[in-house]
């Protein structure tokens, strides 16, 4: 046995300690948080973010609406569609001598009501050019394809619908590449198109995030908290910062306390510096929901959040979605299911891409390094 758990039992003995002394701790930063989020008056609030938008440390949410207000769910209809994309991939391998990696995109379209029926299909594509294959783009180049998968499947959907994808609208993958001539092709004629399509069709448009780690909305509290008329962190705060009361405060906490099953937070909106330089008038929104299960977060482009129609029927089709699926929308499941790549899946791709190269004259010899990971020894 090559890992010593007896060794890693205790590390995580510790680890469990460390987290319990802290508990007493955490949970009097939330009790204060809560107080925070019900009794912040929201338009002086709005105001303080937008000033201190330049020299606040953290990412804070864009406040449309009062922090703590709650909405019920609307009634779901009975025949409705929802439609969804998810995706794996397999990257490069660098000891085979051809660059080369596979995108799988799954499809999921149930439709509900009187005309049931379900059509599940997966799309694997592969892709040599080097670009792609250079550190995460060939994850970026998937989400792309699953937002593009998406849209084409959403052609000529009519009635009442939805439409989702796994995870953020926020590319933060191009992060420090924004200038790369593929990324900007990616953008513009890839997702912001996908986005520009979504529009024209007025269909509703989602992104679920599970068990979400943002602190957005918290981090607004913050500055409701700070003492100064303008949050200045690095100037005002260099040693010990005067918000410390709400640190390590997540969102999905907050609205633990604030929602009751079904019901929706306000919608806010990112200030991602990545949506405010390339997105255009694709503002991505977010709000939170509580499923019973969990608190997701549930973001949306801006003309979904600007249009109450459309909002409503995010907020009771995902909701439905996650009653059928235990507590996770059941067509992302479904698509999730087509994507998946099995490790069986990974081996048998490159024995395949080794196989086709050896018919064809071509080298298809791996490092010695790859082939001994294969080899059993005695």
Known sequence: MSLDFGEVAAQVDGMVSRIKTGQKDREQRLRYAIKVISEVDTDPLKAKLERSAATCTWMTAKVHEEVNR?????????????????GSHIDADRHIPVGCGLINIGNARITYGQNTSAQ???????HMEEVVLAGNMLGLKRAVQECQSLAK???????PSVCLVDGSFILWGITGQENVDYVQQLLKGGYLAALDKFRDLRLPLASYISFPRSTDVANALRVAICPFDTANCDKQCADEKKCDGLDGILDRDLFSSVLRTDQRSAIFSSRSKIIEKHYREHAIYFFYLNVGDEIARVEIPAYVAQNNDLLEAVHTMVLDQCRRGHGYPVVLMEAHEQAVLTGADREQFWRLVETMLEQNDLPASTSAKS????????
Do not use: F, Q
């Open 120 to 126: 599940l299909t997966s799309e694997p594509t592969l």
């Open 70 to 86: 709650d909405y019920d769910v609307p009634d779901c209809p009975d025949d409705y569609s929802a439609l969804a994309t998810d």
């Open 153 to 159: 499947m959403a052609e000529g959907t009519s009635g």
């Open 371 to 378: 082939l001994s990971k294969r080899t059993r020894w005695i």
